[in-house]
């Protein structure tokens, strides 16, 4: 397609800037460096924002031989904790001059492997999978596309992971510290290795304190506050009720707080909850909630850093374990025996 006669083009920056087209060019495709000072480059630069001037992506992919956008690919893009992730993507796309695509694949891996087909094609350069397990290298018809995966399995590609396990243990060994011996799991009804990690943990914990409690004082439901009410008044109506709740992410939280204060419980005289994301959901809840806090935003930067320097470097970013935080909040107290 042609440009439209109203749009300014490479010429009008030029002639405003006082320089040549190629200047133009190699500032805007960023080759200046020890070629154009940088006082000219700054010229050009202002040149094209006065004029409002954006190069024709088709025309930039030729010439560079890339389209400089990259694909942020997200399982749940209402959870808040993934609205982070898209923040700190985009800030980092930004300042290396990538446009950010993020699709949300719902979870369907169908779908998933749809879109990976259609902007590997040349829309986009490479992807970020954030919780997504990314297909099968069969089922990628040969291609091989440029892929960081975050806190999801791979033995492909590189992997940001993040230390749920640790994470767990802290949370559980802060409850255990504090008296709690009855201490229940309300976890998420899914396969992704984030959430099982979540629970080996906490059975670890419990081994290695010795507790043995019963199946009862474990449950699983969708990432829904409903479904997570229905199971928390399933625990908090046993004969022995657990004295505290570690909850697999912060929106099961909210679910228990709402039958806790149904059920005349105390949050945290009478039970103790500790959640895990660190969203602004721990900030909203009253007591705040002590959880495992994830650097959401600050993973969705590196992980987009990443699979830039790749594309940039053509070298291949090393997997690695991202540590998280336990911020200790109002909802968890001393244990006060009967």
Not at 64 to 69: H, S
Not at 119 to 138: I, M, N, T, W
Not at 273 to 291: M, N, R, S
Request: charge should be negative; glycine fraction near 8%; aromatic fraction near 6%.
């Amino acid at each position: 397609m042609k440009r439209s006669k109203n749009l300014p083009t490479s010429n009008d920056v030029a002639k405003l800037a006082g320089v040549s087209q190629s200047t133009v060019s190699l500032v805007l495709a960023g080759k200046a460096e020890r070629r154009v000072s940088a006082e000219v480059q700054e010229k050009v630069r202002e040149a094209t924002r006065v004029l409002g001037y954006r190069p024709h992506a088709a025309a930039r992919t030729l010439r560079l031989g890339r389209a400089k956008a990259i694909a942020l690919l997200l399982p749940d893009v209402v959870n808040p904790y993934f609205a982070a992730v898209l923040r700190g993507a985009d800030r980092a796309a930004r300042q290396q001059d990538y446009a950010l695509l993020f699709v949300d694949t719902e979870n369907d891996q169908n779908w998933l492997e749809m879109v990976i087909g259609t902007l590997a094609a040349g829309s986009v350069d490479g992807f970020v999978l954030f919780g997504v397990e990314p297909p099968e290298q069969s089922e990628l018809g040969g291609f091989e596309p440029r892929i960081v995966v975050v806190d999801a399995p791979s033995s492909i590609f590189p992997l940001i992971a993040i230390d749920g396990m640790g994470g767990t243990l802290e949370a559980m060994n802060h409850l255990l510290s504090l008296g709690h011996r009855r201490i229940a799991y309300l976890g998420v009804s899914s396969s992704k290795e984030t959430f099982r990690v979540r629970t080996r943990a906490y059975h670890q914990a419990l081994n290695n304190a010795g507790i043995n409690l019963g199946p009862d004082y474990e449950k699983s439901c969708l990432m829904d506050i409903d479904d997570a009410k229905v199971k928390a008044r399933e625990i908090l109506s046993l004969p022995d009720r657990p004295t505290a709740i570690f909850c697999a992410d912060e929106r099961l939280a909210v679910g228990v707080y709402k039958v806790a204060k149904d059920m005349g419980l105390r949050i945290p005289i009478d039970l103790s909850v500790v959640g895990f994301g660190g969203t602004q959901i721990a900030h909203i809840l009253e007591p705040e909630l002590t959880t495992v806090n994830v650097p959401s935003e600050s993973l969705g930067n590196l992980a987009v850093s990443s699979l830039i320097e790749c594309l940039e470097t053509n070298v291949e970013p090393k997997s690695r374990i991202e540590s998280v935080d336990f911020i200790i909040r109002g909802s968890t107290t001393t244990l006060i025996q009967d």
